[in-house]
Structures are given as C-alpha cells and as structure tokens.
C-alpha cells in the first residue's frame, strides 16, 4: 500500500526559502505522477506543482512560477519541493500526492512565513 511522510516544514521570513521532502513507500515509486499541494486556513486545498512519472515533466500554479521547483529522485523514492522568495500567502499546510489510478495523500507539513 502506498503511504506518504512529508517534512522540511517550518519557520520562515518573508523572502526566505524552505525545501519540503516527501518520502514515498510502496512499490513502483517511479509509475507515479507525484504533485504538492497547499491548504491553508479558510480555504480550499489547491495545487501547487507536480511532475510526472517517468519524463520528469514538470508544472505549477501561477502563483508559485519563477519562485518553486519540484524535482523528483526515483532511486530514493522521493518528491522534493524547493521554495524560494517565500511570501506570506504561502503560509500554509503543504500536501504530498501521488496518482497513478487513485490518489494517495500524506499527512502535511506546516510551513508559516512570517515576520
């Protein structure tokens, strides 16, 4: 069964960077779209970034473009989130999630920019 860990939350002031991780168990890490999402209070979870099985394509909302990039390690079975000129509307609970038929979420990770 597929099962998600995410960390590297924390912290920040406005303009600074965080990097998220998220581990991924289960068979056959690399036949998974993986993706980042965010919720924060009040407000619906939205898609950040994802990147696809295989190819490595990758995309992201508007709102993150030019500032995140999500990469992914099939060896390490693992999704990374980098997260630069950070601003305080990305305060949020960022998401882990992987697709292939279904979709698998794991727990969140707090991530708070503040002065």
């Known amino acids: 069964q597929v099962q998600l860990v995410e960390s590297g939350g924390g912290l920040v002031q406005p303009g600074g960077s965080l990097g998220l991780s998220c581990r991924f168990s289960?068979?056959?890490?690399?036949?998974?779209?993986m993706s980042w999402y965010r919720q924060a209070p009040g407000k619906e979870r939205e898609l950040v970034a994802g990147i696809s099985s295989v190819g490595g394509r990758t995309s992201y909302a508007d709102f993150v473009k030019g500032r995140f990039t999500i990469s992914r390690d099939n060896g390490k079975n693992t999704v990374y989130l980098q997260m630069n000129s950070l601003k305080p509307e990305d305060t949020a609970v960022y998401y882990c999630?992987?697709?292939?038929?279904?979709?698998?979420w794991g727990q969140g990770t707090q991530v708070t920019v503040s002065s």
């Open positions: 289960g068979f056959t890490f690399s036949s998974y779209a």
């Open positions: 999630n992987a697709y292939r038929v279904s979709m698998y």
